[in-house]
């Protein structure tokens, strides 16, 4: 049994926070130059140049690619021979995210009680954590600073097994053209279709982290995904939602087995500041 | 399109001289102002009490920043989304605030009030935070400083850019511009 000390995940939790915050990921910058180069918009144009004038700054000077450093939500996969010592996987993780945003000049964007105190935790915690336990003696962490304008822009839709692949095109698109310019435009679409109500929206927040226009192994939902794209990006809403060719960089698409008597489907949208990173300890 | 140089505060000869659509970059001193800090300056005005800065012919950014680092004049400072402050809006242009700058949809009842106050709505680019920290050169805290990050804060720009979306003839760059650009 391998010995993993929670002091080791809270020191890489803490740099993760700060440098996925700072330094956009290579892929995600590519795609901003590539729809430099195919957007018809002047005004759009005029967007796509500032957004990676932005991450050029953002990794040149250590500011935060977005004042809005977001919701810090992990995705742990957890192998099943390491045991872990010196604290609980929940502390852990919290004390790095305690640590990276407050050393790291992040900005503290979670209230304690939703509806009626909303006061500020001061720290950004708590996270949002899934852990799957899985074989071997690796733990590999992903992490995902979500910004708020984007997660309001998303939705879940318990669709009929018979509106098919027509429904959810309908479903995903009517979606994304009603968030228009509001969660920061080109933004990455994150669907999930299957699985329960609460299991769809963990698919479609799952299907963010994967490296962007990584296209979903089943060629059929590579084809949807490529579909979906199109469709979003004819609607005309371009970057920022100033009219233009690149309203989304890439549509991805994460399925799990349904209920014979249901289809469910959830929207999650990131902007183009698609901040992720993952470690394996 | 080369962008048109502007100075803040602002006249209703330059508002009136602006199009939905016109990429602009602003000189001068803007206010900002998130959800915490307008409920409290509508509070004031429904009870009929002063302000504690004159809005006559301000804009008023919404942003809530990251914390500045030793050096800086402020941290990553984008814009937030609008339609929260949809419900303040009108009262602000009421009282004289002439622009205000964020990103995404606003309702019906601000675009029409932006008519009736000669107002203008303009965009700055989301998610560009620290491109735009570098067109602040200088911020202080003027009023409610327990709001912390959405404190009223006094920043003075230079070649700040944003793009009008609302003007005060009641055009529409989000409506207009994805229509030029749908198949």
């Known amino acids: 049994m391998r010995e993993l000390d929670a002091s080791v995940i809270s020191e890489n939790v803490a740099q993760m926070c700060q440098d996925a915050n700072i330094y956009l990921g290579e892929e995600e910058y590519e795609a901003l130059k590539r729809s430099l180069e195919e957007e018809e918009s002047p005004t759009g144009k005029e967007v796509l140049k500032q957004l990676i004038e932005n991450v050029e700054i953002a990794r040149n000077e250590q500011i935060p690619i977005c004042q809005d450093t977001g919701f810090s939500v992990f995705f742990v996969q957890w192998g099943q021979e390491v045991h872990l010592t010196g604290g609980t996987l929940e502390e852990a993780i919290n004390e790095g995210v305690r640590r990276g945003y407050t050393e790291g000049y992040l900005r503290k964007s979670i209230v304690d009680d939703p509806l009626y105190n909303r006061k500020n935790t001061g720290d950004n915690t708590p996270a949002v954590i899934y852990t799957d336990l899985v074989p071997g003696d690796k733990v590999k962490i992903s992490f995902a600073p979500k910004g708020g304008g984007s997660e309001n822009m998303s939705a879940v839709k318990m669709l009929k097994p018979s509106d098919g692949e027509a429904g959810l095109i309908d479903f995903v698109v009517n979606h994304v053209k009603a968030a228009g310019p509001n969660p920061c435009p080109p933004i990455v679409v994150g669907v999930g279709i299957g699985g329960t109500f609460d299991r769809v929206a963990v698919s479609a927040k799952k299907a963010l982290f994967r490296p962007l226009g990584q296209p979903n192994p089943d060629p059929k939902f590579a084809e949807l995904e490529k579909t979906l794209l199109e469709k979003i990006n004819d609607l005309g809403v371009g970057p920022q939602g100033f009219g233009g060719r690149t309203f989304a960089l890439a549509v991805h698409i994460e399925t799990f087995p349904s209920h014979i008597a249901s289809m469910a489907a959830a929207v999650n949208i990131n902007c183009h500041a698609s901040r992720h990173l993952e470690k394996v300890l | ?183």
Request: hydrophobic share 40%; net charge positive.
């Open chain 2, 1 to 183: 399109m080369e962008p048109k140089r502007i100075k803040a505060p602002l006249t209703d000869e330059v508002v009136m001289s602006l199009k939905a659509g016109d990429n602009v970059l602003i000189d001068g001193v803007i206010y900002t102002a998130r959800d915490a800090a307008h409920k409290k300056l509508v509070e004031l005005m429904d009870k009929g009490e002063e302000l504690p800065i004159d809005l006559t012919g301000q804009f008023i950014y919404y942003v809530g920043p990251t914390p500045a680092k030793p050096g800086q004049a402020i941290g990553s400072a984008g814009p937030t989304t609008s339609g929260r402050m949809d419900a303040y809006t009108p009262k602000m242009l009421a009282k004289g605030m002439k622009a205000c700058i964020g990103k995404g949809l606003r309702s019906q009842a601000v675009k029409d009030a932006l008519q009736e106050y000669k107002g203008l709505y303009l965009a700055a680019v989301g998610g560009a935070g620290a491109l735009l920290s570098k067109r602040i050169k200088k911020s202080e805290v003027v009023a409610y400083p327990e709001l912390g990050a959405e404190a009223i804060h006094r920043l003075e720009v230079e070649d700040f850019p944003a793009t009008v979306i609302n003007d005060a003839y009641g055009n529409d760059l989000y409506a207009e511009g994805a229509k030029k650009y749908a198949r």
